[in-house]
């Protein structure tokens, strides 16, 4: 019994981290720019003293991964709408003060000038977070750069700021935090890209399936209820061992 209790245990833990992490790519489906996560476990077969391997296994605890697929691009006309071509990211200064990078597109100037993503994150250029003066117009062209008319300047003068800091990546160089945002993953911050492109007045969105989503939540809700059956088993296989034992003696 203890066995099988064992193995029951760790399918089960392994079934709450899929269940939490498909819940947080179901309840991003409407985010500008999410990358949902993937979670990927095996069967960890156990030795015996000698090295022998048993047919016993265990699940291993799941490793998850964002999923670097591209979501689909809407077109909204807005001059601070941008959505990232190819692989590339935007650094954004992330809460606790490090660099951090996203796909989020949504901008927006504050009152004070900073130029933050749609949920409140200052956007990185060459030199900081960026900081715009009063300006009558704001527009971002392909590779990056802010051009602006100054407030009663000629609009057809535009002056160059600014220019968004790009970034691209491999999977093995930045990590997904429980923040939502790219991190490298040994710390630091990654190089400009000069060939990283955005196409201005458009937003990509979650990259989520829904449908896929929902399937892999009744999935991992089957595969529950399967492993409390096979605890009830166990318990009941104890039981009725214990009352043998007791007819034996």
Not at 39 to 60: C, D, I, K, P, W
Not at 126 to 148: F, Q, R, Y
Not at 184 to 210: I, K
Not at 224 to 234: D, H, I, N, R
């Amino acid at each position: 019994m203890d066995r099988l209790i064992y193995t029951s245990l760790s399918a089960m833990r392994t079934l709450m981290q899929k269940q939490a992490m498909t819940a947080n790519n179901l309840a991003n489906v409407n985010t500008v720019g999410f990358r949902g996560d993937l979670t990927n476990s095996e069967a960890v077969y156990l030795g015996t003293g000698g090295g022998a391997v048993t047919a016993r296994a265990q699940a291993a605890d799941s490793k998850d991964s964002p999923d670097m697929a591209t979501g689909a691009s809407t077109a909204t006309g807005r001059d601070l709408d941008i959505s990232l071509d190819g692989g590339a990211l935007l650094g954004v200064q992330a809460k606790d003060g490090t660099e951090a990078y996203t796909r989020r597109g949504d901008l927006q100037v504050s009152e004070s000038g900073l130029l933050t993503t749609g949920d409140g994150l200052p956007v990185m250029g060459d030199s900081g977070p960026i900081t715009l003066p009063p300006a009558d117009k704001v527009t971002i062209d392909k590779t990056g750069v802010i051009w602006i008319v100054p407030q009663g300047g000629d609009p057809t003068t535009p002056v160059e700021t600014d220019h968004l800091k790009l970034v691209s990546a491999t999977g093995s160089q930045i990590s997904k935090g429980e923040d939502g945002l790219f991190h490298v993953a040994n710390g630091g911050a990654l190089p400009s890209d000069p060939n990283a492109r955005v196409t201005s007045g458009a937003l990509e969105g979650s990259n989520v399936n829904v449908t896929k989503t929902l399937t892999d939540m009744i999935d991992a809700s089957r595969a529950w209820e399967t492993q409390v059956k096979m605890l009830s088993g166990a318990k009941e296989m104890d039981t009725s061992s214990a009352e043998l034992m007791n007819v034996q003696d």
